[in-house]
């Protein structure tokens, strides 16, 4: 074994949880920088402070976060479900307390849609019953079916062949709704925001469906159950050459699709801000968009789990382990602060700070979410929320306190 590189079994857990601290890190990014609403805000709204900061801010969030975290999720979710399957595969009734587990969830989840419209667990809960039609397929197929999702083929190709213009505008397709959403994040009070999420289930559905974010939350679901029967992760050292191999071509395809971009940029045939294309290349650019975004979560994956493997990186990124191992409670955490901070109810500081200074309250809550996740795990077992969902699934709530002898 080399001197630089770590491959215990505890730390093939602590990648996973590594990279869900790292996800919900750029998660937390993408829905700060934008005062955490869920829904499309006017345009003049993501433009209107248009200092340097800002526009660095707001560059980073389109083209190193927008849809590149919610991905990490997905892909651990497919992950975690593999993993699920392969520790209670002794359990002849395990297909009904997975189904029941992601019930609960769904609540969860139904329940946070209703405080903020942006959730996506319920999305995951959904598609998680899907995902058991597809565990046992081969394995060369799930790979084939979950790359041609997450580019967003089919959303892509039904666009071409119904003659749609796309729109690559960092904000939700339904642009009639803006102005009213805009209203209700700064004038409403809690019972009335509560009441709108509740009657926002048809935009959500509709924008799942035409954005084709759907389709991609099921392909990483099946890229991370194809990655989980590969063994990868149960064997980092030995799979440290493909690690690498996916890592260097991904790198390379997001530095080219980068310079394309540049290009288009500097001919005039992109606008920024607000992203516009011209007509004649917006299927185009929008596909390539696609692309780009699948690539750049391929190399983010594979990127830390090699950078947590070297001594070097290991004790930088160690603290997002604390983080991952109470995902569900830091998202939703998550959403406590953004309501707290930004919302009319709260603080009221929507459309009044700019994306730069969105950024970094966004850090302090980081550092705020880092040190109490590190505190409880030193006293518990696992997160608040995730003790919960266990213990109704199981019917039974053991300790979470950890033992002190």
Do not use: C
Request: hydrophobic fraction near 50%; aromatic fraction near 18%; proline fraction near 3%.
């Amino acid at each position: 074994m080399e001197e630089s590189t770590i491959t215990t079994s505890k730390s093939r857990i602590d990648t996973i949880d590594v990279l869900r601290g790292f996800a919900l890190t750029g998660i937390l990014y993408a829905h700060m920088v934008i005062w955490y609403t869920g829904a499309a805000l006017p345009p003049n709204t993501y433009t209107r402070f248009d200092s340097t900061a800002d526009g660095i801010a707001l560059g980073i969030f389109g083209a190193l976060v927008f849809g590149k975290f919610f991905s990490v999720f997905s892909f651990l979710f497919g992950l975690s479900f593999f993993l699920h399957f392969q520790k209670k595969r002794s359990n002849p009734n395990y297909l009904l307390v997975y189904t029941w587990r992601l019930f609960l969830l769904f609540l969860i989840g139904l329940a946070h849609h209703v405080l903020w419209r942006g959730d996506i667990l319920v999305i995951y809960a959904v598609l998680g019953i899907a995902l058991i039609l597809f565990r046992h397929l081969n394995l060369n197929l799930v790979l084939f079916l979950s790359l041609l999702l997450i580019i967003d083929l089919p959303t892509h190709l039904y666009d071409a062949l119904n003659y749609k213009t796309p729109h690559l505008q960092v904000e939700f397709p339904m642009a009639e709704e803006a102005e009213r959403y805009y209203a209700l994040v700064q004038n409403a009070d809690l019972l009335t925001v509560l009441r709108d999420n509740w009657r926002s289930w048809p935009a959500k559905i509709e924008y799942q469906l035409e954005s084709g974010r759907l389709l991609m939350t099921f392909g990483y679901f099946l890229l991370g159950l194809y990655v989980g029967r590969k063994g990868l992760f149960s064997s980092i050292e030995k799979h440290l050459r493909k690690f690498k191999s996916w890592n260097k071509f991904t790198g390379r395809a997001v530095l080219f699709l980068l310079f394309l971009g540049l290009l288009m940029y500097l001919f005039d045939l992109v606008t920024i801000p607000g992203i516009k294309v011209v007509p004649e290349l917006q299927w185009l650019a929008s596909f390539l968009f696609s692309i780009y975004n699948a690539f750049l979560t391929i190399f983010y994956i594979t990127g830390i789990t090699l950078l947590f493997q070297k001594y070097i990186f290991h004790k930088l990124l160690k603290p997002l382990a604390a983080m991952g191992r109470m995902a569900l409670t830091n998202y939703l955490l998550q959403t406590f602060f953004g309501l707290l901070l930004f919302y009319h109810f709260g603080l009221g500081l929507f459309d009044r700070t700019s994306p730069a200074v969105n950024v970094v309250i966004g850090i302090v809550v980081f550092y705020l979410q880092l040190k109490f996740s590190e505190w409880w795990l030193s006293l518990f077992k696992q997160g608040p929320v995730e003790w919960l969902w266990k213990g109704i699934t199981n019917f039974r709530f053991p300790s979470i306190r950890k033992d002190r002898a």
